[in-house]
């Protein structure tokens, strides 16, 4: 599970205030992602980071910020929360170059009310 | 961008039985083809894989196809037991433009049940 914690694990919020999700790794993986998983839409990529500092938007990175300070930290900012981002997200490390595979951490529950 | 389509989205088996869940991808340049297991309540796990230049791979009781000429990968589980009873995803991966990580793109899941 290449050392992935995610947290917290559960969130209740209210719509209209913000909200970090944080995901941390412990082997040293260059490349970071941020997914949400929603019935029906399977596994969607929102950001991912291949490096720090440096990071890039996926398909559904609407309403989403990111940020990597460090190699081992990559975090998830809901800057407003609203109830279509009530979903479970799930943070995927990925070690480096050439057909690396992608492991994820244990997920984050968030609801939006 | 790439699309992948996978079918079915639950499949029942008794146990003993084989089960195999299909994927199509639309993106003749994707190389690296991951499948994974989600439990409930768990994040995905990588059970195998199977990169372009391989029609098939085994691992005990799972296989992985690939016909790269109809653009579709399929997993195949035997002897299945109860213990298999999860999500199954895949994904196709690309590579990204001027960059050196893969993107994966995931099919929608299929939920199976084994029946002891």
């Known amino acids: 599970d290449a050392g992935i914690t995610q947290s917290p694990r559960h969130k209740v919020t209210e719509t209209g205030t913000p909200v970090t999700l944080r995901c941390h790794q412990t082997?040293?993986?260059?490349?970071m992602y941020w997914y949400r998983q929603d019935p029906g839409h399977g596994l969607r990529l929102i950001h991912y980071s291949y490096g720090v500092k440096d990071t890039d938007k996926g398909e559904v990175s609407d309403g989403y910020s990111v940020s990597r300070s460090k190699t081992e930290d990559f975090l998830l900012t809901l800057e407003s929360a609203t109830s279509s981002q009530t979903s479970v997200y799930f943070c995927a490390t990925q070690h480096g170059e050439i057909y690396n595979e992608q492991f994820f951490g244990p997920g984050t529950r968030l609801t939006v009310l | 961008g790439e699309n992948v389509e996978q079918h079915p989205s639950t499949l029942s088996v008794q146990e003993g039985d084989s089960a195999v869940i299909k994927c199509t991808y639309s993106d003749s340049a994707s190389n690296y083809f991951p499948w994974y297991k989600q439990e409930l309540g768990k994040g995905p796990q990588l059970i195998i894989d199977i990169r372009s230049n391989v029609g098939e791979k085994k691992d005990q009781r799972i296989a992985v196809t690939l016909n790269k000429t109809a653009k579709h990968f399929s997993l195949h589980i035997t002897e299945t037991q109860p213990e298999d009873s999860a999500v199954y995803f895949c994904a196709a991966s690309t590579l990204y433009s001027g960059g050196s990580n893969y993107k994966l793109t995931f099919g929608k899941g299929t939920l199976l049940t084994v029946n002891p």
């Open positions: 082997e040293n993986h260059r490349y």
